[in-house]
């Protein structure tokens, strides 16, 4: 079996994603993907990587889990997709002496002691940490952002430092990886890799996201394209959206204010510009698939 995590991060697609993904269960379902809903499972999967911390999983620690969370019968599934963007911690604890998540590591080892003979992914959405940083201490009770990341300099905060512990303590869990900034461009491909379909298999929801920042006028425009034009490529897809966009594209939806004390705009360059910096680095690390337009 393959077993599928997204875990986030914090403050990316704010639940879309599994949206998305929800609307085409029945179809999954028939080709033996499995998407428990997560009320059955979070809190479980909570308990037993906790449990497993401190002891090593018994014979039939994995069927229980399965047993547990799915509705149908577990050999009668290939691809078990599992969401829970606190899987690492919640947003309050996110920081410890400057790193980020810093038991991610740890916490996806222990998810493979669960499934010792499956293939374990991991799926990530990354943020720029010039909007992240803020969007993700407001949804804290910290009231001190110097609280919040654990008296970090926020341009040593990467991205990549943390998928390299990811890595390293977990070796056998691959890592697809995105920018959060470029869902709208990737969506389809986004939800086809998480459900391991073909490229241009038909999904629902392929333009959600897309439908949340373009004018109703550039999507039925963008819809009729499409429409006209059955045999694009993925790639030819993402040239029609970006012009689309180009044009169509709700300000207010794309643009982001920053009000935090001390958020300067030489700031939000530098952090801009690591970020950059840091996607390639990311492209580089061994077991990581970087998805982008």
Known sequence: MQVILHAGVHCTDDGKLLKTLFKNRAAFQEQGIALPRPRHYRQLLGATIKALSKRSAGPDSRMAFLDAIMDIDADEVDRLILHNENFFCVPKLAFHKGRIYPHAGSRMAYLTHLFPEDEVELFLGIRNPATHLPTMYAATPHTQFVEFIDGADPRDIYWSDLIKSIRQEAPNVHVTVWCNEDTPLIWGELVREIA?????????????????????????????????????????????ITAFLDKFALDDMVEEELDLQGWTEHLVEDLTDQYEEDIFEISRIPGVTLLSP
Do not use: C, K, W
Request: overall charge negative; cysteine-free; proline content about 7%.
């Open 196 to 240: 391991g379909l073909a490229a241009n298999e038909p999904i629902e929801g392929a333009f959600d996201l897309l439908s949340e920042i373009m004018s109703p006028e550039g999507m039925t425009r963008f819809e009729s394209y499409l429409a006209s034009h059955p045999d694009m490529t993925e790639m030819q897809t993402r040239r029609v």
